[in-house]
């Protein structure tokens, strides 16, 4: 069995409002899933209207989830037939923080389906849903002066090639803790904005 060592955790923080772009164009990974081609136009705004495109025709938002950290537009159930291109905003990030241990939990909402006369439960997922905690040594007021930012966010797996869970996300809430004859410690939780993309 394989065992991974914890490397990392990187916090990006949005500078500015955004830059307006039109029709970016994109790469197709396999699977449904096209990634913005500029890599510096991949931080995607989720606080801005966003317009994808199959050729001249708008996609339907129903058809698609958005990963804001990666600028990764995932297609589920649709088959395009033209080039997929992204028009809304992109962010400019700052690296503000690390960590020293982080938690991500991926919360599957699960809906009961079973009928009548079933034996056993059935359940089925109709929504997933994220959150990230990180704890450092404490610094300075950051994130309390910065609740209201939004953040993107790599947690990786491997490091030193790339392997990382990568999100958009908004803080949720932010702690502060010590004991005699200990450092102050910080604890920062996040909800994952879009879809979490594991690259």
Same mark, same amino acid.
């Given at each position: 069995? /394989?065992?991974?060592?914890?490397?990392? $955790?990187?916090?990006?923080?949005?500078?500015?409002?955004?830059? *307006?772009?039109?029709? +970016? %164009?994109?790469?197709?990974?396999?699977?449904?899933?096209?990634?913005?081609?500029?890599?510096?136009?991949?931080?995607?705004?989720?606080?801005?209207?966003?317009?994808?495109?199959?050729?001249?025709?708008?996609?339907?938002?129903?058809?698609?989830?958005?990963?804001?950290?990666?600028?990764?537009?995932?297609? /589920?159930?649709?088959?395009?037939?033209? $080039?997929?291109?992204?028009?809304?905003?992109?962010?400019?990030? *700052?690296?503000?923080? +690390? %960590?020293?241990?982080?938690?991500?939990?991926?919360?599957?909402?699960?809906?009961?389906?079973?009928?009548?006369?079933?034996?056993?439960?059935?359940?089925?997922?109709?929504?997933?849903?994220?959150?990230?905690?990180?704890?450092?040594?404490?610094?300075?007021?950051?994130?309390?002066?910065?609740?209201?930012?939004?953040?993107?966010?790599?947690?990786? $797996?491997?490091?030193?090639?790339?392997?990382?869970?990568?999100?958009?996300?908004?803080?949720?809430?932010?702690?502060?803790?010590?004991?005699?004859?200990?450092?102050?410690?910080?604890?920062?939780?996040?909800?994952?904005?879009?879809?979490?993309?594991?690259?």
């Amino acid at each position: 069995m /394989a065992v991974l060592a914890g490397r990392n $955790a990187d916090i990006y923080i949005a500078t500015g409002s955004g830059t *307006s772009t039109t029709g +970016q %164009a994109t790469t197709s990974l396999g699977g449904g899933v096209y990634q913005i081609t500029l890599s510096a136009r991949r931080y995607i705004n989720p606080n801005a209207s966003l317009t994808v495109l199959d050729g001249v025709t708008t996609v339907n938002p129903a058809n698609y989830q958005v990963a804001y950290g990666t600028g990764k537009i995932i297609l /589920a159930g649709y088959t395009p037939a033209g $080039a997929i291109t992204v028009t809304g905003q992109f962010l400019t990030l *700052s690296k503000i923080a +690390q %960590a020293t241990d982080w938690t991500l939990d991926i919360q599957p909402l699960l809906e009961e389906v079973q009928v009548f006369g079933d034996a056993w439960k059935s359940r089925v997922c109709v929504q997933k849903d994220a959150t990230v905690t990180f704890n450092r040594f404490y610094d300075d007021q950051f994130f309390l002066t910065n609740s209201a930012s939004y953040y993107v966010i790599d947690c990786y $797996a491997l490091q030193s090639s790339g392997v990382r869970w990568s999100f958009g996300a908004s803080q949720a809430s932010m702690g502060i803790s010590t004991n005699k004859n200990e450092t102050i410690k910080e604890n920062v939780s996040f909800s994952v904005l879009g879809a979490v993309d594991y690259a």
